[in-house]
């Protein structure tokens, strides 16, 4: 729970790793470049009061995560989003064990994703089933680029991502984390493009389709199918520090956002390690979109609400006390958010 | 094979002026001014260029295209012996480094994971680099004429637009998408340069206007990046204009009153 001069608001990180990138865990070079990356993205963004080392970055463990989360961080409820990456790293690159252990010693304040990968073929299939008894699992994070053998990526709506989709339906997984990579096959395609959620989404309409950095570099085709495809979200993970390092760019991010797919559909994450979420939540609640970005609607308290927590435990069955409660927004299931400000109506 | 005495050695100005000419297809901006050239060095062979990114893992078939695109340009410029073109620290770095040097093109060089060929990569790119461009260009006509509502934008023409830069980066893109550049010809069309109609203009807008955003975005992210990567190399940087990322400061809502029937879903 975050106050500020009366005001309270329910937190709910909704993408956190437990990671392991320490030297000893990675595979070859690349675990070393993707980590470094990531530490890149880090240093990069983060305000100098809150950078990490390099050594601090590698690895965390569950004490670290509690307090940064929970004890320092506001946050009230927080999802586990791990990434595979089995070939850059030994154990993963997401520790299943360490992270499974601290959800069910923090039952209340943690969730477990897991992942699967439709590569995998049948044996993968008969794992989904498999963790989602042993995870309770509500839902699942992909990562598209994922690399396996020959293969550096697929796509949601290949054959075999139906699949799994199918035997998601079955199990009750309901929420699908989409993290778009930069290495697809064929290489003949933009790596980035979100067509495949759009194909998946509009097959899937029961499955919600959360596409984390809210399709960032590809905001304008995100937005564009999530406003067509009423179970497709937005995740804020590395959308967030902007606000720090270039707020009006994130002003025009959470503008567009709102005018496009509406404030009941953005979910707030810290992406935890990448940043903490302390900073983050200060700077969300004291944010405004600037008075000369008249093309976007000042952003209300309310909606802050809902994107820093209440959507994510909507989505989760989280329970939130009922005086943080709201009703969703009376908008439209699809179409541009904002009508009074372009008009949809002649399309 | 000895030098041409007839050809002036060139420097490495000339090296970095031939190479303003490759431009990153998802940034829409020179390799040159986003601080990608590492390095220039003559060598006892020829020439050999290294280049650097903001991430190892940029997807690697934009990084293709931009060194084999760098190699392209350096190998016609007049220089007796060889052109070798490498890209640094990248995680395919092996890979494309490889397919320069044998000169192995994008099929030959990434083999299974080439299909046919990445004409159709750069052409989306080319498509979203004009779409932006034509949102900058309308957009600072709409600051400069409080007169016009934002769907008066279905109506300005190619020769209504102000003499600046802006509007030599749209007729340059619509060059490249083989678009009229004629003063009569619409501005606010689609990628084939079909206008929309005044009662869709205003989304038309705000779509590119999305379109810009991102590119913007990214191309502040990536420059920001690469100076994380690789301390000093801001100073190779050529600052991409604010004024162009903030171009909406005094645009008002205009389009409120454009709205009286209600809406229906996009189709």
Redesign the interface.
Known sequence: MYSQDGESFFIVDAHVALWDARPENQRN??GK??I??FY??H???SPESQKWSYEEYLYQGGERLMKDLFTDGYVDHAIFQPAKLGEFYHNGFGQTEEAWALTQANPDKLTYNHNFDPRLGEAGLDQLRADAERFDLKGVKLYTAEWNG?S?GWKLDDPWAYRYFELCQELGIRNIHVHK???I????????DVADVDHAATDFTDLNFVVEHVG?????DF??IA??EPNVHGGLAVAMP?IH??P??FA??IG?LI??IGEDRIQFSSDYALWTPRWLIEAFVNFQIPE????YAPITMDQKRKILGLNAAKMYDIPVPAELQLPNADE?????RQ????????? | MSADPAVLPLTERDVLRALDAVIDPELDEPITDLGFVRSVRFTEQGLEVHLRLPTSFCAPNFAYLMASDAKDVLAALPLSGTVVVELDDHHDSEIINRGLAADAGYRGTFRHEAESDLDELRAIFQRKAHTAAMERALTAMLRSRPDLEEQDVADVRLGDLADDEAKAALVRRRATLGLSLDDSAPVLVDDHGVPHPAASAALALRRARSTRISIDGNAHFCRGLLATRYPGSESDQAPRAEETFFPLSTLRSTARSAVETPRKSVA
């Open positions: 070079i690349h470049q993707f470094d990356c890149d993205y240093a990069n963004l020959d550096r990579g930069p290495t096959r064929p290489l003949d395609r933009d790596a980035f960032l570099p590809r905001l304008e937005c564009w406003t067509q902007f390092t270039r009006r760019y025009q991010i567009e005018y496009w000369d970005m008249t093309e439209t299931a699809t179409g541009s009508p009074e400000r372009a008009d949809l109506a002649a399309v």
